[in-house]
Nanobody, 124 residues
Framework: QVQLVESGGGLVQAGGSLRLSCAAS????????MGWYRQAPGKEREFVAA????????YYADFAKGRFTISRDNAKNTVYLQMNSLKPEDTAVYYC?????????????????WGRGTQVTVSS
């Protein structure tokens, strides 16, 4: 089993930045694709970004392109989400999750072992 713990969320003003971390324990994530999702009140959980098992490929939701950057440090068993130019509509709970072995996972059905999330609130 793997345990995922997200951190780095908080309250920021519009235009500000946050760096989220997802630390894993229990097994290595070095051979798995990873992803970030978010869920705002009253909305479905939506895809934010994904990174391949090796870190060589990334994929972003349209709203994240040019503002968010997903990265990973397999030596630390950690995945990051750098968020810049934050907007009030980015307010949500952000989750990381484990995708497919040796893959780049985009669809929510490809993810297992979700973290509990970290709250991001962007004030206007």
């Amino acid at each position: 089993q793997v345990q995922l713990v997200e951190s780095g969320g908080g309250l920021v003003q519009a235009g500000g930045s946050l760096r989220l971390s997802c630390a894993a324990s229990g097994r290595s994530l070095s051979t798995y694709g990873m992803g970030w999702y978010r869920q705002a009140p009253g909305k479905e959980r939506e895809f934010v970004a994904a990174i391949s098992w090796s870190g060589s490929m990334t994929y972003y939701a349209d709203f994240a392109k040019g503002r968010f950057t997903i990265s990973r440090d397999n030596a630390k068993n950690t995945v990051y989400l750098q968020m810049n130019s934050l907007k009030p509509e980015d307010t949500a709970v952000y989750y990381c999750a484990v995708g497919r072995l040796f893959g780049l996972s985009i669809d929510v059905g490809e993810y297992d072992d979700w973290g509990r999330g970290t709250q991001v609130t962007v004030s206007s």
